[in-house]
Structures are given as structure tokens and as C-alpha cells.
């Protein structure tokens, strides 16, 4: 089975862009989360989606969203970019257990 | 709050020099520890969950225990391609979210 892909693989934007990451799970997962992580730092949990409806919401800014769509894959989306958001951000989906699995990630670079 | 740390940030050891990694933590109710590989550059990789004080897993060269507080991963006789950051996770269902907090890794380098 196909594990979690996520695109694009790498991105470089510049300050007040805005920018949209692509995340599709593994087949049969209807759970997906985002996480942000940052050179030298464990992930930190962004999002978490189920079943199209949010259930959790880490401690972001409103700049950052998500939807989930029908076939369970998600967008995060943020706006207006700071320096501070050049991360990997990384997306992970779940069956219904507990364990969590997480695809590549998507490089960002803000300039 | 809750809290995952890791300790050592960083630990270089000789091919076959065995050794632990360790992950205390401080959480509001445990459902769940878990041991992630991340190699530079690429996503966690799933190792294992632990669920209860005394349980243990194994993974050709790794094992890793819980206790209340703190979980040990040990890596017997390491391989250079044991190489990588190794993240410790808990789920908190305790807490206002339903999803993983993470330590700051361990960064393990093997020296042939």
C-alpha cells in the first residue's frame, strides 16, 4: 500500500504570500493531522481533521486553515507568510488506532 | 502542561556500543507513548507504542520500555544506518487535543 504523500515536495515563497500544501492519506484513513516542524524541534500539532470536520486545533494563528475533502485527502492553507512559518510541514493520517504515520513533509522556504 | 523532554539533544557512539535514549514526561492522562525514527529531511518514521508502565517492545536492534514517567529506547550493538533523530511522542486525551506532543529528539549519530 501507498504510504502518505504530501505536495509539493519543496516550496520557496515570499513575506504576505500565501501558500496551499497538499496532503492525501493512506487508503482507508479517514483521520488526518498536520504538524509544523522547525529546524532542531519535534513536529507541533497544526490540525487535525475526521471524517471532513475539524476536531482539534493546536496553538497556531488564524492565518493558518485546513479542510479535509470527501476522498479524505487535506489543504493546509496559510496566509500572509512570515519568515517565522520556513518549516517542513508535515501531514499524518490514522485509521482508527492510535498510531499516527506521516508522509514526507513539504519543505518551506519564506524569504 | 504537558510536557515531553529528551535527553541527551545529542549521542555519538562506536558501531556495537549499546546505549538508551530517554523520554520523561508530564501529561494530564497517558493514552499512548510512542518511538518515531526521522531521518534528515524526511517524514517520522512509526517504530512503537507503548501503553502501560512495564510494557516492552522490540525491532531487530531496538527496544523500548514505559514506566510512569519516562519511556527508555535501547539501541544494542548500533549500526551506522541507526544513524538518525529518534522522537518521543505521547497522545494526550487528557488534555484539550486528541494528538501527539512531541520531545525534541535525540540525535544519534554511529560511527563506523
Known amino acids: 500500500d501507498a504510504g502518505v504523500t504530501q505536495s509539493p515536495t519543496h516550496l520557496i515563497k515570499t513575506r504576505g504570500q500565501h501558500v496551499t500544501l497538499r496532503c492525501s492519506p493512506i487508503s482507508g484513513h479517514k483521520s488526518v493531522s498536520w504538524y509544523q516542524q522547525v529546524l532542531g524541534q519535534g513536529p507541533q500539532f497544526i490540525f487535525q481533521?475526521?471524517?471532513?470536520?475539524?476536531?482539534g486545533r493546536g496553538n497556531f494563528p488564524d492565518r493558518f486553515s485546513a479542510r479535509q475533502f470527501p476522498n479524505y485527502s487535506s489543504e493546509l492553507n496559510v496566509n500572509a507568510l512570515l519568515l517565522g512559518d520556513s518549516a517542513l510541514y508535515l501531514c499524518?493520517?490514522?485509521?482508527?488506532?492510535?498510531?499516527?504515520?506521516f508522509g514526507p513533509g513539504t519543505r518551506l522556504t519564506v524569504l | 502542561e504537558d510536557q515531553v523532554t529528551q535527553s541527551p539533544e545529542a549521542l555519538r557512539l562506536q558501531e556495537g556500543e549499546s546505549s538508551s535514549l530517554n523520554c520523561s514526561y508530564t501529561?494530564?492522562?497517558?493514552?499512548?507513548l510512542f518511538w518515531y525514527r526521522q531521518d534528515p529531511g524526511k517524514g517520522p518514521e512509526f517504530l512503537f507504542t507503548?501503553?502501560?508502565a512495564g510494557e516492552e517492545k522490540e525491532k531487530e536492534r531496538l527496544k523500548a520500555t514505559l514506566t510512569k514517567k519516562e519511556s527508555f529506547l535501547h539501541i544494542t550493538a548500533p549500526k551506522p544506518e541507526d544513524s538518525a533523530t529518534y522522537l518521543c511522542?505521547?497522545?494526550?486525551?487528557?488534555?484539550?487535543?486528541?494528538?501527539?506532543?512531541f520531545g525534541k529528539g535525540t540525535k544519534l549519530s554511529v560511527k563506523p
Open positions: 501529561v494530564s492522562g497517558l493514552r499512548g
Open positions: 507503548l501503553y502501560s
Open positions: 511522542a505521547v497522545f494526550d486525551y487528557g488534555g484539550s487535543q486528541g494528538n501527539l506532543i
Open positions: 481533521y475526521y471524517e471532513k470536520e475539524e476536531r
Open positions: 499524518a493520517s490514522r485509521r482508527t488506532g492510535d498510531e499516527q504515520f
